[in-house]
């Protein structure tokens, strides 16, 4: 983009305000990229974050929640009950390996508005939780992944029973292939749901719900008849005809990686494994990853979806941790140092400091002009897990599958 540029993008952007223009001047000059530091500062960052993010919700009917982000469009953004339940496992694991025992209140407060959201048919509402919002496959996973967190570091059985009748709510929805045709992003099937099918079978698992880990296994097997010879996924973009996004082809990834070692399916974790492989062999040696991808790997845009790359980094390590295999541990390295670069401590602003964007540059396709809190969860528990070689979240003590 041209500084001349700037006059063209939509009105809604604001770009003529002067914290917007900065970040777009930013990064036309190159002066975007931040320099390298220990992982912990950089975890610090991100989780300060996420706390302002979760404070700016304090005094508002969705108290306890963790606004979905910051964009030049809104400002910040209400709760968002989908990432707030997946970020409630990532203060509880920072909480620990940062020794700042304050965060476990601030994911109780999570739960806690996570559970005034949920309907008496075990379903979650979609989106921001606003009125007429209907449920969404993907979302309602997202939230039991809090709850399973919440039952299993926190001890709290309403958390448990709360996922059961989520979990009981997705099997109902489940068409007889595995596959999930209703209560879906844009009304479309989608393979990323295997991050969200992960938590139904960690559900199964601590609840000991076979039809839980049955249904999971539906799901999986129809996902890997979507799996192109090279390993792409298709049927993985949030619109038909498209193609998917980093973003959502780590979704993917994560969620076979995960499945295969709850439940010891060893062609889940070949799917994940041939993915992972796949993107590694276009990952630049910068730990750049391109912000879409066709099948075959071949790169169709030219920006950084850079949650994408944080979430990478997480497939990478845990293959690493399951596998040994260092070659996923350099690309994992590789791909958080891309993230530091991105990722700006020493700006006074508190909006941005120790945010991640959505793209890199900014105004890339993924979460445009925005700093979403789900980059920021990604990032630092990819931190997490390369400092303490932990996984985040945990796998449940009663799984019984693969080397964890």
Known sequence: MKPSSLIQLPLRYKPWQGRHLRLVMQDIAGTARQPEQDNRTHLRGAIDWLCRAQDERKHKPDAGGVAAGWSFEDGWLPGYPETTG?????????????????????????????????????AFPGHFGETGSHPVIFNQGQIMHGLVAGYTSLNRQDCLDAGVRAGRWLVAQQDEDGCYRKFEHNGVPHVYNTRAIWALAATGVVANEPEFIAAARRNLDWALTQQTPSGWFATNAFVPGRHPFTHTIAYAIRGFIEVAVL???????????????????????????????????TPTASYACVTGVAQMALCWLRLAQISGDKSYRDAAWRAIAYVKRTQQLEENDPVVRGAIPG??????????????????????????MDMANVAVPPTPAAAKGLPR
């Open 86 to 122: 997946y970020i409630i496992e990532t203060f509880i694991a920072a909480a620990e390996y940062l020794d700042r025992p304050e965060l476990i209140e601030r994911a109780r407060k999570m739960i806690d508005w996570e559970l005034s959201l949920q309907t008496d048919d075990g």
């Open 263 to 297: 439940l010891g399916e060893e062609r889940y974790l070949r799917a994940a494994e041939i993915a992972a492989r796949g993107l590694m062999e276009k990952q630049r040696s910068d730990g750049w990853l391109a912000g879409t991808y066709d099948d075959g790997w």
């Open 359 to 384: 793209s890199a540059p900014i105004w890339g396709a993924y979460s445009r002009f925005e700093f979403p809190n789900w980059a920021a969860k990604f990032f630092a528990d990819a931190l997490i």
